[in-house]
């Protein structure tokens, strides 16, 4: 006798775990946090020196395992030649390369910033497309570049999550995510909507300036009765 044929099986769709309620103890000290971040410096912004669109993705994906510092040295004499997507590659990469060899990785990164210039050019008219999906396609801009940008220009409200804000919200005890990306999940859950577009900036100048790595200092620091983890620091 032949036996029944079997039902194909459903493949399985893995669900991302529901997000955990946050208590309103804790949404109030959050929202007591971000407003004292507001009262220290209502709009922050990237200490990245940028004239347009296009001269800020190109300064955010230099950056990338570089400082602030180095990259503004080495965009300030670029930027004055190559200011847009059509000089850059122009420049091309055999002359790109003599003002960036001061940062990580120029090699690379001038590959990519001549082709991302290609594709500006050929597909965009020049301009750099404001929207997350055309911005990652570039070479060279993932999705933290990406994040950088938009909430730069106030495009989107993103939090783009570099080591000072992952080390941050840890400390803060915003997150306890083991990635970048489960971070960002959750500082996009908890920080309050009006503080979004500013949330990345204030994390990263507090991580650079005040919580930073080796020894925080928390003496100055004007958030550090809301920190949690004050007590592991203080006196240290």
Not at 123 to 147: D, F, I, Q, W
Not at 156 to 173: G, M, W, Y
Request: net charge positive.
């Amino acid at each position: 006798m032949a036996l029944p044929a079997r039902k194909p099986s459903k493949p399985l769709v893995k669900k991302r775990p529901a997000a955990k309620r946050v208590p309103p103890a804790e949404r109030e000290r959050v929202e007591v946090l971000f407003s004292r971040f507001e009262s220290l410096e209502d709009h922050p912004k990237t200490e990245l020196h940028y004239s347009n669109p296009y001269t800020l993705v190109t300064a955010v994906a230099l950056s990338a395992q570089a400082t602030d510092v180095q990259v503004n040295k080495a965009t300030g004499p670029l930027f004055q030649v190559a200011d847009s997507a059509a000089k850059m590659l122009e420049l091309g990469e055999e002359g790109l390369i003599p003002y960036i060899a001061s940062i990580g990785l120029y090699r690379t990164k001038a590959k990519n910033v001549i082709a991302a210039a290609r594709i500006l050019v050929e597909r965009h008219g020049g301009e750099v497309p404001l929207n997350r999906a055309a911005l990652e396609s570039l070479p060279g801009v993932g999705r933290k570049t990406a994040s950088v940008v938009l909430n730069e220009l106030d495009i989107e409200p993103a939090i783009a999550v570099d080591t000072h804000v992952f080390r941050v919200s840890h400390r803060l005890k915003l997150s306890a995510g083991k990635t970048p990306d489960a971070v960002e999940d959750d500082l996009m859950r908890i920080v309050p909507d009006r503080y979004k577009t500013r949330a990345h900036h204030w994390l990263i100048l507090h991580g650079r300036y005040v919580c930073v790595a080796r020894r925080p200092k928390c003496e100055i620091c004007r958030i550090a009765d809301l920190c949690p983890s004050r007590e592991l620091f203080v006196g240290a």
